[in-house]
């Protein structure tokens, strides 16, 4: 009776991986605030992101940003150890000129969606960006990502630390 038990649910496990999409799982491994107590943006510590059978990315928890009018990120994305592009950009302007498709991405992980920002907390309340039109890719982005940001802001700075294991089942 146990083996089969044990069976049922190692069945419900592969079978939830299966469901994901094309195959391919996402893992929020780490996500990191590393400014401080004075950082103007805090990513929750409960904050979460998941891969669903639809090919969508679902967060979950809360990201709080302190006022500011300006943010300048010098960032750095690396996969599997590998530096795959760095560099700098001026977030207030770039959602000025975002596509949609780009804020939605950005409004996933609390990014404001026009500068100046006011104090606030913002929480997933079931956003989701549909990856699906990229699953064909996501064996190129297979691996584990770490993507590295300081963020400058006219009232101070924010910086985070994040890691992402992408794998396919």
């Not at 049922?8 to 391919?24: D, H, K, P, R, T």
Request: charged fraction near 25%; aromatic fraction near 6%; glycine fraction near 6%.
């Amino acid at each position: 009776m146990l083996r089969k038990i044990c069976f049922f649910l190692i069945s419900c496990v592969a079978f939830e991986a299966a469901l994901a999409c094309n195959g391919y799982k996402a893992k929020l491994v780490k996500m990191e605030n590393c400014a401080g107590e004075d950082a103007i943006m805090t990513v929750g510590s409960d904050f979460n992101i998941k891969l669903n059978k639809k090919c969508e990315l679902v967060p979950s928890g809360c990201i709080s940003n302190k006022p500011f009018g300006t943010a300048v990120a010098k960032f750095k994305v690396q996969k599997d150890g590998i530096v795959m592009r760095e560099g700098k950009i001026d977030l207030c302007a770039a959602i000025d000129q975002a596509t949609t498709e780009a804020k939605d991405l950005l409004r996933l992980f609390g990014a404001p969606s026009s500068c100046p920002v006011a104090e606030e907390k913002v929480c997933a309340n079931d956003h989701t960006v549909d990856l699906s039109k990229y699953k064909a890719m996501l064996g190129m982005a297979r691996g584990h990502l770490i993507i590295d940001s300081e963020v400058k802001h006219d009232t101070g700075k924010s910086c985070f630390h994040a890691e992402i294991e992408l794998t396919k089942n």
